[in-house]
């Protein structure tokens, strides 16, 4: 596909810009900054680092909380037909450093309250050249905002694409072994912008406003474009640290529309008290991803919130483009068939969704198999790994590694992570299914369930439940009384353990490798179940 047929998506900002001047674009405190000001600061630094002599195809980190730098520089990277290969904030100097050098990283954009990933990066990453530093610069480092200064004025133009031009380095999680870099491009991600934009967030306009809860590096920052390429504000939370009430309090103040979250956010904000102090009646759509919601959280979050939940399942690999289910397929009223209780929706615009088994053909509805998708919205490949690229695209279809079926209607229910499910005496267990049933006790706050060595069994299931406050009489048996008759026996855990919290990851969702890992360096289960 040739030049004519993609858009740079950086031009997306230009042309709010342009529409918009004088609206606010980006709210943080009592900070706010227009589109006309956002474009001019960009066009500056993009000014400034082509002086420094970056070429379109290189590789800029950027270590930063949620900042306007960090909301700036992924324009700046897509100007220059540089690539943007944003860090979360919360990882390690040595995770860091992993991500420039694997990335290949020429420049890098930093706060200087990390100037220990700085020199991390330095150390592991040879192609290292230039440091930007938001705030105050060391020696031989360059001032972000001296850089900008110095270039207000000057409009360079965008750097031309071509649809397989790379622009974001999409780093997994790493569940299993290092992260590895999704490569996504221009006209990927165009598709995907397009894509949201109807699915997600139909009908917004410069009037609305949305709300950034999550670090901008991963899907916090793919929603933020679909708020850029239609002129609505983005308000960043005044710290790192998500405050139930603040967050409300900012709903409230800015009128915000739509926001992107996790459901383990989503239970916490509407938890609190303050869902019932503060206005909230111009949310329209609060979506969230990354996990199915659970039924007790999806029923208490539609009751306080009304019908504005959009959940949508896709990986990184996919930015997100697998299926959606927006806020008519919600309800409370679990005899209400527009409930659609489990499922995360039905297929993607323009996208294909089907369940494969291991000769790689669609398997009949209803059939639990393999997760897989294709259409324009699936990566490019993985960065320098031709063997993960080729096994996740295998047989022309970008393989999830989550297990699922469907339904007659082409509905998607998401069963677990191939890597989760567990045979315990012949029989598949799927822990998602079992956590659903212990979620549904008054006294379960939160609860991982995976599969562990059994003599007897081959694997056997282990229940790791935080307690709801209130409830600190749940007790083991209790638990397993309560799933008599409501799961089958073969896949009841064998062992419970109440631990005060779980492991997160830095997005919100829980991490069953932490989990798991947790259990063995306390002694649960060398000294309970092996």
Excluded at 25 to 32: E, H, N, S, T, V
Excluded at 314 to 320: D, H, I, N
Excluded at 416 to 436: A, F, T
Excluded at 499 to 508: F, I, M, Q, R, V
Aim: aromatic content about 8%.
């Amino acid at each position: 596909m040739n030049a004519a047929q993609v858009m740079n998506v950086g031009t997306l900002l230009a042309q709010s810009a342009r529409l918009y001047p004088d609206h606010l674009a980006l709210i943080q405190g009592d900070q706010c900054w227009t589109w006309a000001e956002i474009d001019t600061r960009v066009d500056a630094m993009v000014a400034a680092l082509r002086r420094l002599g970056l070429q379109p195809g290189e590789r800029i980190l950027v270590q930063s909380r949620n900042t306007l730098q960090l909301f700036e520089s992924c324009w700046v990277a897509f100007r220059l037909g540089c690539v943007w290969v944003p860090t979360n904030f919360r990882m390690t100097a040595p995770e860091i450093a992993y991500l420039g050098a694997s990335s290949g990283a020429s420049a890098m954009i930093v706060e200087d309250a990390f100037a220990d990933c700085t020199d991390a990066v330095h150390d592991a990453a040879q192609a290292l050249r230039h440091v930007i530093t938001i705030g105050t610069p060391r020696p031989g480092e360059y001032g972000y905002e001296a850089l900008v200064r110095e270039h207000l004025g000057q409009r360079p133009a965008p750097a031309t694409v071509d649809y397989d031009t790379p622009l974001w380095f999409f780093y997994t999680s790493g569940t299993t072994g290092k992260p590895k870099a999704g490569v996504l491009t221009h006209g990927q991600l165009s598709f995907v912008i397009t894509n949201h934009l109807a699915d997600l967030i139909p009908g917004t306009t410069e009037r609305d406003c949305s709300i950034a809860v999550a670090p901008l590096s991963h899907g916090a920052g793919i929603h933020a474009l679909l708020n850029v390429a239609r002129g609505a504000a983005t308000v960043l939370l005044p710290s790192e640290k998500l405050d139930p009430e603040v967050f409300w309090q900012l709903v409230e103040r800015h009128r915000v529309s739509n926001l992107f979250t996790v459901p383990t956010i989503v239970k916490m904000l509407v938890e609190h008290p303050a869902v019932d102090q503060y206005d909230h009646s111009t949310l329209r759509y609060m979506i969230y991803a990354g996990a199915p919601m659970y039924r007790a959280d999806q029923k208490l979050a539609l009751q306080k919130l009304g019908k504005v939940l959009v959940q949508y399942f896709g990986l990184g690999e996919v930015t997100g483009c697998i299926t959606v289910l927006p806020p008519h397929m919600h309800s409370a009223d679990d005899d209400d068939p527009d409930a659609n209780i489990g499922s995360c929706g039905r297929p993607r615009t323009g996208m294909e969704v089907a369940i494969l088994g291991p000769d790689l053909e669609p398997l009949p509805v209803g059939e639990v198999g393999e997760i897989c998708c294709r259409g324009p919205a699936v990566f490019a490949g993985y960065h320098g790994n031709a063997e993960a690229t080729e096994k996740a695209l295998n047989g022309g279809w970008f393989h999830t590694g989550d297990l699922g079926r469907i339904d007659a209607r082409g509905m998607l229910f998401i069963t677990g992570r191939e890597s989760d499910m567990y045979i315990s005496g012949g029989s598949n267990v799927y822990p998602r299914e079992v956590e659903e049933v212990l979620l549904t006790h008054p006294g379960v706050l939160e609860v991982a369930v995976l599969g562990v060595p059994d003599d007897k069994w081959g694997e056997s299931g282990v229940a790791v439940v935080v307690r709801r406050p209130d409830a600190l009489a749940v007790d083991e048996a209790g638990l397993l009384a309560h799933l008599d008759g409501r799961c089958a026996r073969y896949r009841w855990p064998r062992h419970v353990f109440f631990w005060e919290a779980l492991p997160k990851s830095g997005y919100g969702k829980i991490t069953k490798k932490d989990v798991r890992a947790q259990l063995y360096a306390r002694g649960d289960l060398v000294e309970k179940v092996l």
